[in-house]
């Protein structure tokens, strides 16, 4: 476990005042000043949203036959997604809640980011069961609440599970981003220039008067809020498994599906994260915060997280051979040679073959070259669900009832939609919030700093 100073944090002659101006200028800067890219961005990202709403508006007139399901293949796009964007999410968790348990420093920078990149993402993964339900507005007959029809949920069901994993999950994870951004939203309340600016992060600070009180029952609850989250990761993708798991279908009845589905979540999620943090550290400036062994510690992690999700397929690929199981072993070799080969040799491709070149110190240390490296796997992890799902359940006993399944549209349209939504949630972050921990960065430094210094600045800080 490194230490405290084998972290660069900042570059020379940054003091606490400087990298405080830094970070809070970004949500401070006025409306009239904001940057031409972040217009274009966030543009594009609401052009996208409106596809999404009007795609949702569609499905509300006329059901879920404008999707491309059929039987078999009543899962399609919905929960394919729903799937990946729970993946995504998984991320932020891991690198606010378990980092923070082991004592991993090189989380400071990234960590706010992160865990906002987990909230977005839970939002769109909640959207697509509400919507695959066929009567969206009837979800609430999921929550076991009293009523005079006499109905509650099936609670053997992992179906109905995924409700209260994926609730608990976001409920805990927006306390534990909120509870994180109370000091940073008291510096940007007494930074503030407009009236109305320090009225709104005045309103959300809570008061915060950074006296040695809040600071002691805010570390308290804030590892203990750690030491809640850290199991979700575990359980809620497990859960999201076993809606698989518990099925006869070949190729999904598998125990090896709770810790596959996590290692993949994982995978995933620190792609994403990788994906939006390189251009966010190019086009803000944030070199000095955001450095390259916070770059390389992920694409580390990436990588190692990528072999525990080759192994998965290796054993996957293996138990439909050994199992000696004629419908197992037919899925199997569909998966080489079938309708939807091309698109399981691509995640191949996408999640095992190009991942290895992190193995290279250069390539690591590229931060384009890691850019597109994440982008493939958030790609190669899409057709991974897509697979599992639709592949599986196109041919499964009877050869009489197999059906080929192809998206339409509007299944299209809906992922673009949800990605477009992700894409302005996090411009609208950035915009409005810091997008790195202030207070965790500024307490890093001074830990960092020679014993005995007042207002000690990074160039105390000792890199390896």
């Known amino acids: 476990m490194e230490t405290l100073k084998e972290v660069p944090v900042l570059q020379p002659g940054y003091t606490y005042t400087s990298l405080t101006e830094q970070i809070s200028a970004i949500p401070l800067t006025p409306v009239k000043k904001t940057p031409r890219g972040w217009w274009l961005g966030f543009t594009l990202g609401f052009i996208v949203v409106m596809v999404l709403l009007y795609s949702i508006t569609v499905l509300f007139i006329y059901g879920v036959g404008i999707w491309g399901i059929n039987i078999p293949v009543g899962w399609g796009f919905a929960i394919i997604n729903f799937v990946w964007w729970i993946g995504i999410g998984h991320a932020g968790t891991l690198i606010s809640a378990i980092l923070l348990l082991f004592r991993q420093t090189w989380r400071t920078s990234i960590n ?8 977005f993402a839970v939002a769109n ?46 409920t805990v994870s927006f306390l534990f981003w909120f509870m994180g951004l109370v000091p940073d939203l008291a510096s940007l309340r007494d930074r503030a220039t407009n009236k109305a ?9 809570l008061g915060w008067r950074g006296s040695a009180k809040h600071w002691q029952h805010y570390q308290s609850v804030y590892l203990l809020m750690a030491a809640l989250a850290t199991p979700l990761v575990i359980s809620v993708h497990s859960i999201v498994s076993v809606d698989f798991a518990y099925g006869v279908i070949p190729g999904w009845h598998s125990t090896i599906f709770p810790p596959y589905f996590v290692a993949g979540a994982i995978y995933s999620g620190f792609a994403m994260v990788l994906t939006l943090m390189i251009p966010l550290r190019k086009a803000y400036h944030l070199e000095n915060f955001i450095t390259m062994r916070h770059i390389e510690n992920m694409a580390k992690v990436m990588l190692a997280v990528g072999l525990i999700v080759a192994y998965g397929y290796i054993i996957e690929n293996f138990s439909g051979w050994y199992s000696g199981d004629t419908y197992e072993r037919f899925n199997t070799v569909d998966r080489y040679i079938g309708a939807y080969a091309p698109l399981y040799w691509g995640l191949i491709v996408c999640n095992v073959i190009v991942p290895q070149l992190i193995w290279f110190k250069k390539i690591r240390t590229n931060p384009l070259i890691l850019f597109f490296i994440a982008i493939l796997v958030n790609i190669g992890m899409w057709l991974e669900r897509f697979i599992i799902i ?69 160039s105390d800080v000792t890199a390896h």
């Open 112 to 119: 706010r980011f992160a865990e906002a990149m987990t909230l």
């Open 125 to 170: 993964a909640g959207l697509f069961p509400i919507l695959h339900l066929g009567r969206p507005w009837l979800f609430f007959y999921l929550v076991p609440y009293p009523n005079t029809q006499g109905l509650w949920p099936q609670f053997r069901s992992p179906l109905d599970w995924d409700f209260f994993a994926i609730s608990t999950y976001a």
């Open 197 to 205: 600016a320090r009225l709104f992060y005045g309103l959300l600070a």
């Open 390 to 458: 639709v592949q599986s359940l196109s041919k499964d006993f009877l050869p009489s009832s197999w059906h080929l399944y192809a998206p339409t549209i509007w299944d299209i349209a809906t992922l673009a939609g949800t990605i477009g939504l992700f894409l302005t949630l996090i411009f609208l972050f950035i915009r409005v919030m810091p997008a790195i921990s202030i207070f965790e960065v500024r307490e890093l430094v001074h830990h960092s700093a020679k014993p005995g210094a007042e207002n000690s600045t990074a």
